[in-house]
């Protein structure tokens, strides 16, 4: 039988190696990126061109404007973007409660594709602390999801992948690359300019240069 699974995608380093372990495990993707109310929209340019590479079933991209709650760096405009300090505290580019509506919408979709998986870029080991991000809040999820669905209450499994939360993000990159993933395709940076050069500085950029430089490969990334 054919197995369908949604992947959260937003054409970053994570999402795009979900994809690329999900098709080598035989699923029939359908990639869902989410338009959030981010202060840029190149990674949705980029999420694009990614799937079209991966030949993916379906790829929607639905607006979810968070940024009418505010709240983050990332969709505030009152509010820059900071660089990375490391001090391990939720920084604010933390957006409330983005991991659970965006899983809430690939559950939905899920259900109506008759998909029993789906995928997720998050990691508990190089990243910024965001609560979301823990392996605990998908257990919670899945227990949640097979109350809140038809196809749960009736006995369908959903189950949530997240392949790389124990992993380091230089272990991330290799998994990718032994896959044949282009990391010059994906976007992470919050800060990027006009040009598509990365600040080299905030929380994401500097976990990804710290992925490549353990990881021992090029960074392929234009940083200003």
């Given at each position: ?15 795009t ?8 495990q035989g ?6 990126s ?11 340019a ?7 590479h991966?030949g993916v ?7 979810l404007?968070?940024?009418?709650f505010?709240?983050?760096a990332?969709?505030d405009?009152?509010?820059?973007v ?5 001090d391990g ?16 919408m ?6 109506v ?5 789906i995928?997720?870029?998050a990691s ?10 823990r ?6 999820f ?9 196809t ?5 499994k ?6 790389l ?19 010059s395709?994906t976007?992470?940076?919050?800060r990027?300019?006009?040009r ?8 994401s950029?500097?976990l990804?240069?710290?992925?490549f430089?353990q ?10």
């Amino acid at each position: 039988m054919t197995k369908k699974a949604v992947i959260l995608f937003s054409g970053g380093v994570d999402s795009t190696t979900c994809l690329a372990m999900a098709k080598a495990q035989g699923f029939v993707c359908y990639a869902l990126s989410l338009n959030y109310g981010q202060k840029h929209h190149a990674e949705i340019a980029a999420a694009k061109e990614i799937a079209r590479h991966y030949g993916v079933a379906e790829h929607k991209i639905l607006d979810l404007p968070l940024d009418q709650f505010g709240g983050s760096a990332l969709t505030d405009t009152q509010q820059s973007v900071p660089e990375y300090t490391g001090d391990g505290k939720i920084p604010s580019t933390y957006v409330p409660a983005r991991n659970t509506i965006f899983l809430a919408m690939a559950m939905a979709w899920a259900e109506v594709l008759g998909a029993n998986d789906i995928f997720i870029g998050a990691s508990a080991i190089d990243y910024s602390g965001y609560p979301d991000c823990r392996p605990e809040f998908y257990d919670a999820f899945v227990n949640m999801a097979h109350l809140a669905t038809k196809t749960g209450v009736e006995g369908a499994k959903l189950k949530i992948n997240t392949p790389l939360i124990n992993l380091s993000k230089a272990e991330t990159i290799q998994a990718g690359l032994q896959l044949g993933v282009d990391y010059s395709m994906t976007v992470s940076c919050y800060r990027l300019n006009d040009r598509r050069q990365a600040c080299g500085k905030c929380d994401s950029c500097v976990l990804r240069k710290k992925g490549f430089v353990q990881a021992a490969v090029a960074d392929p990334t234009h940083y200003i």
